[in-house]
């Protein structure tokens, strides 16, 4: 089986003392492709660099929007830079992000979330570089920003750790976008949330992990690492009458397809 890790935060300090450790767990795993996502323009630059060193890793590049209010000058011309780069399918840079809104912190103001997140729906479509969204608690207000984005051109993207409504998620995907799934679909109290993932269209639904956090069941408390994206796959696969080869293989197909990697 073959697994894909749509989200990872694989540069972040967690890994620090054993990355290469846990890039081979995730490949003695079937995961044979992760993304590495950024959330500060040092954090991008970092995620490039791990996707030019390790086999079936790419990056994605952004600001996400806890990181907003504390951009340096030349941050953001800097993910510009890193997105537009006349090689950066070479680089192995295949997604815009993270970014969105996030109503539960309060790390940065609404207005420069807003802003940044407009930012790099413009960058997606100026590069066709899909772009991954961080959404808490406030589903509406991103709604509205994509519906307002889409009046400019297409939309191709991420909904991340999706833990919004049905009719959310179904809106999403008619804007364009794919919803994605991790740790927290496999709870013991996510009901709802898997009641969600059951309406997702067979060729919009992925899976991630997120790392480090969110790790599912029978994992929940400890370190998430991509080799755990299996656990979420086999609750999906139960929750939508398929066995876990075939829900492997699709949502493997349908992430190759978004961020166009081989056939």
């Not at 772009?131 to 406030?138: A, G, P, S, Y």
Request: hydrophobic share 40%.
């Amino acid at each position: 089986m073959e697994f894909f890790d749509t989200h990872a935060h694989l540069d972040q300090g967690e890994f620090d003392e054993d990355r290469d450790d846990v890039i081979a767990r995730a490949q003695a795993a079937g995961v044979t492709n992760i993304v590495a996502v950024g959330v500060t323009a040092t954090s991008s630059r970092a995620c490039v660099d791990l996707a030019s060193r390790y086999e079936g890793v790419y990056a994605a590049v952004g600001i996400q929007p806890n990181y907003t209010g504390e951009v340096a000058v030349d941050d953001w011309d800097a993910i510009v830079a890193l997105a537009r780069a006349g090689d950066a399918a070479e680089r192995g840079i295949v997604a815009i992000g993270e970014t969105g809104l996030d109503r539960y912190w309060d790390h940065a103001p609404w207005d420069v979330q807003q802003d940044y997140f407009d930012r790099h729906v413009r960058l997606s479509q100026e590069t066709g570089l899909p772009f991954i969204v961080h959404l808490r608690d406030c589903e509406a207000d991103i709604l509205a920003m994509l519906r307002d984005a889409r009046c400019r051109g297409p939309l191709v993207g991420i909904m991340h750790s999706y833990t919004g409504t049905a009719a959310g998620a179904a809106e999403s995907v008619e804007l364009g976008l794919y919803v994605s799934f991790a740790g927290m679909v496999t709870f013991k109290k996510s009901d709802e949330l898997r009641r969600v993932a059951a309406t997702i269209p067979d060729d919009r639904i992925l899976i991630e992990t997120d790392a480090p956090y969110l790790a599912p069941h029978p994992r929940r408390g400890r370190r998430n690492e991509p080799a755990l994206v299996e656990h979420t796959a086999e609750c999906l696969a139960e929750l939508r009458g398929m066995t876990l080869e075939d829900f492997a293989a699709q949502t493997t197909r349908n992430a190759k397809r978004l961020f166009r990697l081989g056939n």
